[in-house]
């Protein structure tokens, strides 16, 4: 399969000419300018050049596609011997895009890019003595997307649905979810605490590849109406090491001793089924816990910093893991299909470690984690348990903050409001999903 494109000096550039030309990276992060997902700034293009996208089809080899190229067996032997020092040629994959290009009106192929991951691709070029080969990074552009909407049934098809969001891949649409639920993870448990008339915005910055996929997110700025409550989260890299964390408006850090749910949210199977309400396992009574139905398998985190109390099998709990916490804190994870590996009885584990996997060992009659937790031996909702706020940015970065708080809280204010989206929603602007949302133009 091959399709050729003709590029004109000077042009707004597509996808293959952007690989053909190389690298585009601008970073809009503290800039006035918030372009759109998918437009290119256009570039000042050097020579004309012609390029010719080849796709590995079964049956195909490099070697072949090389062959229909006009280049002479010497000269395929030589880029054959160039592209093995960065890659096997036996490991291409079916669908493998290469790039044949030309000087426009010449007759030699004068390089040829393997695109050989999505992330990495052999760039190999002729000069005097042969070709030489090098291995670069896909080129990528930084992007920042703003997005809002109110919640009419659930978290996950309020953003998934959302058409703001609908040249994203769906892939990348529940990445955004993983992303708030990150954020967010210390105050709320996404499954049971998001109700019918939350409200979300959201701003966030992505690298995306030439194939339109998200090579990396990070929320900027969010802000999440929960029962009324607005909960915001704002993004600061405190040590510039781009490790960064999440601060309110007074900046305070959003970290806690403990995150809410030991599952990821959208690895829990009632988000996908709509179901409010958690089905009835059948597990050991009274009931002091909290269960989370999520397939067998689904890993299990530990909530907090801790030590393993227990590592084993207990009656109606079956397998369990037990874990002890600073301030008189203990939690149960039950019923696991089996433990990680990192993971015994005496020693540490942190939080969001994965300590296990969710199962229907001891007592119950499907799969899904219970989930405990104890604070001077007496069962806590934890949910509700007031754990202490985290420590807020230090003075000596206070002017930095402020300056970088003041530019992302600034694009999130340029999307409308809880009261807007609910007012839009009651206005019957509603997508097929049943989820409400203002578009908004910048
Ligand atoms: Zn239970």
């Known amino acids: 399969m091959s399709r050729r494109v003709q590029i004109p000096a000077g042009a707004v550039l597509g996808i293959s000419a952007l690989l053909g030309l190389g690298f585009i990276a601008f970073n809009p992060v503290l800039s006035d300018s918030t372009p759109e997902a998918g437009v290119l700034e256009p570039l000042h293009a050097a020579a004309a050049e012609e390029v010719r996208v080849e796709t590995l089809d079964r049956g195909q080899t490099f070697g072949g596609i090389l062959a229909q190229a006009d280049l002479s067996p010497s000269e395929q032997h030589s880029l054959l011997l160039a592209f093995r020092e960065q890659a096997n040629p036996a490991r291409m994959r079916d669908g493998t895009e290469i790039t044949l290009r030309w000087i426009r009106g010449a007759e030699t192929v004068r390089g040829v890019d393997v695109a050989i991951n999505p992330d990495e691709l052999v760039r190999l070029e002729r000069d005097d003595f042969g070709w030489r080969s090098a291995t670069v990074e896909t080129p990528v552009w930084v992007d920042t997307m703003k997005v809002a909407g109110v919640i009419e049934r659930d978290l996950w098809s309020a953003v998934v649905m959302n058409p703001e969001l609908a040249e994203m ?25 998001i109700q019918s008339g939350d409200a979300y915005r959201l701003v966030f910055e992505r690298e995306v590849r030439p194939d339109g996929t998200m090579r990396t997110g990070r929320i900027l700025a969010a ?14 890299d405190l040590h510039d090491d781009g490790q960064g964390g999440y601060y309110d408006l007074e900046g305070e850090s959003l970290r806690r001793a403990f995150i809410r749910a030991p599952l990821e949210y959208r690895r829990i199977s009632s988000v996908f089924n709509m179901n409010r309400l958690h089905p009835i396992y059948g597990d050991r009574r009274p009931h002091i816990g909290v269960d989370y139905a999520a397939p067998t398998g689904t890993p299990v985190m530990a909530t907090s910093d801790g030590v393993v109390t227990h590592r084993g099998v207990r009656g109606g709990y079956g397998n369990l893991i037990e ?7 203990m939690t149960r994870y039950a019923h696991l299909n089996g433990f990680a590996s990192s993971v015994r009885a005496g020693g540490r584990v942190s939080q969001g470690q994965v300590i296990g996997y969710v199962g229907m060992t001891g007592t119950a009659t499907g799969p899904h984690l219970h989930y405990e937790m104890h604070r001077h031996s007496q069962p806590v909702d934890p949910l509700n348990v007031d754990i202490p706020a985290g420590d807020p940015i230090p003075d000596d970065a206070r002017d930095r903050w402020e300056a970088e708080f003041g530019v992302r809280y600034a694009m999130l204010e340029t999307l409308p409001g809880a009261p807007e989206l609910r007012r839009a929603a009651a206005d019957g602007e509603q997508n097929a999903a049943g989820t409400s949302l203002l578009v908004v133009d910048d």
């Open 323 to 329: 874990v002890r916490h600073a301030n008189g804190f």
């Open 223 to 236: 802000e999440l109406v929960n029962r009324d409550q607005p909960l915001y989260a704002v993004w600061f």
């Open 169 to 193: 891949p769906r892939g990348d649409r529940a990445r955004v979810i993983d992303l708030m639920d990150r954020v967010f993870q210390w105050q709320l448990d996404f499954s049971r605490q």
